[in-house]
């Protein structure tokens, strides 16, 4: 793949996580930001500490600063995605330009957020000891990126056994892999039960499955816009006749 080919591909990625952005901010918007309010209010009332000065209002946070936050992070991902993609297409099988998108894009899910996501899931305002924050921090991203290191070794596995196995039972033997290593650094990786008494079971549930919510929206609305420009980049061909198959006129039976 030339530097051009890459060039064009890291431009749309930007794009496309740009719109994976917008998307992920409006489901952080109206998914996430009320039960942050709702944790933000416990945590005032059993505070022991008040009148203290407040150097950006609430609104602004759930406004412009979640804007900001989420649409650069976009774009950010989107570039270090398309990146990735450059590097495997055409080594993950042979498949189109869209389906190596969503299954990038799947891919990555899996790796970067939900295997680190069920040993260290999301918490929201008043849960978590301040006092095992950069323990906890350094864990979850140890967790990431042996997330990311078992899904290409899984990759590489899977290939490596095709020959001789078959596509299916090799793919099934390096998922087995996949699961046995991840329940392993489930078992010895320490864990913190760190919720206060008295919040909200359901308010910490709906508060995880709102950060899920918004990297799936991230994720899939990435892969699926992503893949529909890398295809006009890659296969402009099958693009263009495409666009014309679905403008052209049926012909009438005489």
């Known amino acids: 793949m030339n530097s051009v080919t890459v060039r064009n591909l890291l431009v749309r990625g930007m794009l496309a996580g740009l719109v994976a952005g917008l998307l992920a901010l409006v489901v952080a918007y109206f998914l996430g930001e009320p039960r942050v309010d709702e944790a933000i209010a416990f945590e005032e009332a059993n505070s022991h500490e008040h009148g203290g000065t407040e150097i950006v209002s609430r609104?602004?946070?759930?406004?412009?600063?979640?804007?900001?936050?989420?649409?650069?992070?976009?774009?950010?991902?989107?570039?270090i995605a398309s990146?990735?993609?450059?590097?495997?297409?055409?080594?993950?099988?042979?498949?189109?330009p869209r389906a190596s998108?969503?299954?990038?894009?799947?891919?990555?899910?899996?790796?970067?957020?939900?295997i680190p996501f069920l040993k260290y899931p999301a918490n929201p305002p008043a849960v978590g000891n301040p006092d095992t924050l950069d323990q906890r921090t350094t864990l979850y991203f140890l967790m990431v990126v042996l997330g990311v290191l078992l899904a290409v070794g899984a990759v590489i596995l899977g290939k490596r056994l095709a020959p001789r196995l078959g596509n299916f039972n090799a793919?099934?033997?390096?998922?087995?892999?996949?699961?046995?290593?991840?329940?392993?650094?489930?078992?010895?990786?320490?864990?913190?039960?760190?919720?206060?008494?008295?919040?909200?079971?359901?308010?910490?549930?709906?508060?995880?499955?709102?950060?899920?919510?918004?990297?799936?929206?991230?994720?899939?609305?990435?892969?699926?816009?992503?893949?529909?420009?890398?295809?006009?980049?890659?296969?402009?061909?099958?693009?263009?006749?495409?666009?014309?198959?679905?403008t052209r006129p049926t012909p009438v039976a005489h």
């Open 83 to 96: 990146l990735a993609y450059c590097f495997a297409l055409g080594r993950i099988g042979r498949f189109g």
């Open 101 to 114: 998108a969503l299954m990038l894009s799947t891919a990555g899910l899996l790796a970067v957020y939900v």
């Open 171 to 246: 793919t099934i033997a390096a998922g087995a892999f996949l699961v046995l290593v991840v329940g392993l650094a489930y078992a010895f990786l320490p864990s913190f039960n760190e919720v206060p008494e008295g919040f909200s079971a359901t308010l910490l549930w709906q508060y995880r499955l709102a950060a899920l919510a918004i990297q799936v929206t991230l994720w899939t609305s990435f892969g699926l816009v992503f893949g529909f420009l890398a295809e006009r980049v890659l296969n402009p061909r099958a693009a263009t006749e495409g666009r014309s198959a679905g």
């Open 59 to 79: 609104t602004m946070q759930s406004t412009a600063g979640l804007s900001t936050g989420v649409l650069v992070y976009g774009v950010a991902f989107g570039g």
